[in-house]
Nanobody
Framework: QVEVVESGGGSVQAGQSLRLSCAAS????????VGWFRQAPGKGREGVAS???????????DSVKGQFIISQDNQDDTKSTVYLQMNNLKPEDTAMYYC??????????????????????WGQGTQVTVSS
């Protein structure tokens, strides 16, 4: 059974950094996709970044390119910790951040594949609040 657990949220001032962690485990084999999404009050869930377990294939939303960095530490073929390094945070980055995972590649394929519908396993979310 795939499990996803996020940690690392908090409250910071604009311009500061935070690193989110996502412990993902229970995958049936070594290929899987892990993504970060965020949802601000009154808005839909937005894809932020994703990474594929094999080959470190990454993708980013245009809104965070050059600001956020996704990376992974694969403990073994079915378990990984995925990090989202968030730099120069802005008040508009305030949201609940969710980690999601799926054994299929679709979520990491880019374009329309990078959507919440491509991920079947979700964490409980971690709040990030950026004040000006």
């Amino acid at each position: 059974q795939v499990e996803v657990v996020e940690s690392g949220g908090g409250s910071v001032q604009a311009g500061q950094s935070l690193r989110l962690s996502c412990a993902a485990s229970g995958f049936p084999d070594r290929g899987y996709c892990v993504g970060w999404f965020r949802q601000a009050p009154g808005k839909g869930r937005e894809g932020v970044a994703s990474i594929y377990s094999v080959g470190d294939l990454t993708q980013y939303a245009d809104s965070v390119k050059g600001q956020f960095i996704i990376s992974q530490d694969n403990q073994d073929d079915t378990k990984s910790t995925v990090y989202l390094q968030m730099n120069n945070l802005k008040p508009e980055d305030t949201a609940m951040y969710y980690c999601a995972a799926d054994p299929q590649f679709l979520g990491c394929s880019g374009g329309f594949g990078f959507s919440p519908d491509s991920f079947n396993y979700w964490g409980q979310g971690t709040q990030v609040t950026v004040s000006s």
